[in-house]
């Protein structure tokens, strides 16, 4: 077997390219009034996002700092803040790469601050469960003992993959105009799950679902200003798929949209012939 | 045991439909858009209330006309029209994307992301250009003919 080792890290990679101001908007609620800015210097190496930054502030100038961050990679969705004049990720952002030599930090906007620059997101997954985001299947039997598979071709895939894609960051709500003045807005997030759930092939909810989406604070409150999908770090597209749910609306009111009648079950293949030419597939996770 | 909580509101509100960071023009759009429906309405009011006085007989009409021939509301019924080709032009955008058309189709997320904003844009684009010419025109036709 070969051995892959880990690149070297040359002395390079960690010289100081330059140093930047990080001013961050603190707030604690047991001392401040009202919100403050502080700035802080800090030295940046190659490869060094805004989140290593702030992880450096914690570690070399002042412990007190609060922010919410756990993968570093871009996949958890808790390090949302406001940065230079845009919601965005803080891993997900090379300080290099802003083109600043100051980065302006302030906690999401449109959710109220618990401490510095931690939101407080309980609203949001609120409105995220109110859609009912999960597979609704007539048969309920078959969700919770299941026979086989439900169909899906690779196409039905593409129909919502994009949407699935959502970590639940919040950056698009704090983006959103329409947020900023309703407070009971569902919101781009919710709304792109509602829409992804909708039209997955093996999903049946969209009846259920049809009350909350078409309320006055569901889908037509979204004036199409297009912020959330400039800022989805994931290419989710959430404006998009508000627009797609207005349509499904509109066709169904002219009579032309067609819900597609959800996908059957497909059983275990029983006796499976072996194709030499495709590697062989994992052990099956549901048996 | 359930702890007091003092949360700091940061709700953008109205400043946040103008104001609140570097986004695609859409966003000013939309707020642009809203600010010009609101003007038009306001104008249409005024215009419904000027044009009542016709039923005071010839001589009211006449002296509620003269209000208006001064340049400043030249002008301003100028900032209505250029309101209008905006909100009628960037509306007939609005038709059609908010009915998921000309949206393009869902696929797989690749990175560098292109979403329904940007496969919009051209619509966006022209219809600002076939509204900047009829402003253009109609300007010249307002002042000069
Ligand atoms: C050709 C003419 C017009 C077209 C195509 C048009 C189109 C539209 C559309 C599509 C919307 C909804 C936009 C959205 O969903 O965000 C809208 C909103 C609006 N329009 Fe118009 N409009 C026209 C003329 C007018 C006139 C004459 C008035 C005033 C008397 C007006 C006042 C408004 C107002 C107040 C809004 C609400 C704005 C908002 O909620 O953001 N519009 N218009
Ligand atoms: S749609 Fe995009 S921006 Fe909104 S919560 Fe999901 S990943 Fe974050
Ligand atoms: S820390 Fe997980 S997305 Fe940034």
Known sequence: MSETSAPEVQSSDLKVIKNVTFEILRYSPEKDEAPRAQKFQVPVIKGMTVLDGLLWIKENLDASLAYRSSCRMGVCGSCGMFINGLPRLACNNQIVHLNADTITIKPLPNYNIIRDLVPDLEGFFDKHESIQPYMIREQVEELNNPTGEFFQSPDELVDYIQFAYCIKCGLCLSACPTVATDDNFIGPQALAQAYRYNVDSRDEGAKEREEELYSSHGVWRCHFAGACSDVCPKGVDPAFAIQLLKQNMFMQKLHVHKQKPATHVIPWVAEHIPNEKIPKAPERTVK | ?145
């Open chain 2, 1 to 145: 045991m359930k702890v007091e909580v003092k949360h700091r509101k940061n709700k953008l509100g109205i400043v946040g439909w103008i104001g609140g960071g570097r986004f695609g023009a859409e966003r000013y759009a939309y707020a642009l858009h809203r600010l010009t429906g609101l003007g038009i309405l306001a104008y249409f009011l005024l215009h419904i209330f000027v044009t009542g006085s016709r039923i005071g007989g010839r001589q009211s009409w006449e002296s509620a006309m003269a209000n208006f021939k001064t340049p400043l509301f030249k002008f301003g019924e100028f900032l209505v029209f250029l309101a209008f080709a905006y909100h009628a032009l960037n509306g007939l955008r609005l038709i059609i994307t908010e009915l998921g058309f000309m949206l393009g189709k869902a696929q797989r997320p690749v990175f560098p992301y292109v979403t329904s904003v940007h496969r919009q844009r051209p619509l966006f684009i022209g219809l600002m250009i076939v509204a900047a010419i009829i402003i253009i025109f109609g300007g010249a036709d307002f002042y000069f003919i």
